[in-house]
């Protein structure tokens, strides 16, 4: 899988999948992650990217002349599956749309700054804008690391265990269940005795039921279908 990035601030990403499972994806070739400096496409000596709002109000907007120039480069040179911009206003960022995502051969993601994009530049370039929860960040750059790694860890190869992706979170509609490890007995709190048990059977069970349990209690709108 090949992602590319439109960005102000490439640091940010680069730094935020450097480590762990998205680090070793790229080292082992199952994704190629491509960093573009949208102020190479700035205009005149400061490399201007932000123009004002018509209408008036506060902040500033990104230019459209500097993203739709990288834009259209990068539309020339590649074939995309989609082309998502992440911004707040975008579709509730799930575990099926990671799912889906993972799929994709190339994508290309597109970080805002400042109060936001051109409302021509999103109608005319983006197939998928993304919003990683409701609240407001800096800029779209760790909406992206958090989509990419969400996604590489999808990628066969990426986890050792094969299966451990599968048992995520959100992977069944459900929460994870609660996990243990050695010692058996830690500061008088002991493991649950099934775990202890080796009846594959009794233990998946159990783990369904703490699943269940737990999302009832913590996430009860994950049950009832509720956004
Ligand atoms: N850019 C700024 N805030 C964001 C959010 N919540 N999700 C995605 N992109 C964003």
């Known amino acids: 899988m090949i992602v590319d990035v439109v960005t102000l601030f490439p640091e940010i990403i680069e730094s935020a999948l450097a480590h762990s499972i998205p680090q070793r994806v790229m080292d082992k070739g199952l994704a190629q992650l491509n960093l573009i400096q949208l102020r190479d496409y700035g205009q ?13 109000g506060g902040g500033m907007v990104m230019a459209c002349e500097p993203l739709a120039q990288c834009l259209d480069d990068l539309l020339a040179a590649n074939s995309y599956d989609e082309v998502v911009y992440l911004s707040p206003d ?54 992206a690391a958090v989509v ?26 459900l929460l994870a269940p609660p996990i243990y490890t050695r010692p058996e007995c830690w500061r008088g709190m ?27 209690e913590r996430r009860p709108d994950l049950l009832s279908g509720e956004e």
Not at 158 to 166: N, P, R, V, Y
Not at 190 to 212: F, N, T
């Open 44 to 56: 005149g000596n400061y490399r201007r990217v932000d123009d004002y709002p018509y209408g008036g």
């Open 90 to 143: 975008g579709v509730p960022y799930k575990q099926p749309l990671a799912n889906r995502l993972s799929l994709c051969q190339r994508l290309l993601l597109v970080c805002g700054h400042y109060k936001g994009i051109d409302q021509r530049i999103r109608d005319r370039y983006f197939t998928l804008e993304i919003s990683i929860g409701d609240y407001v960040l800096s800029g779209g750059e760790l909406a």
């Open 148 to 173: 990419v790694d969400s996604i590489y860890r999808l990628l066969p190869g990426a986890i050792g265990d094969e299966t451990s992706a599968l048992t995520d979170s959100f992977q069944d509609g």
């Open 190 to 216: 002991s493991v649950p005795d099934v775990l202890l048990s080796g009846h594959e059977a009794e233990i998946s069970r159990w783990r369904h039921e703490q699943a269940l349990k737990r999302t009832q």
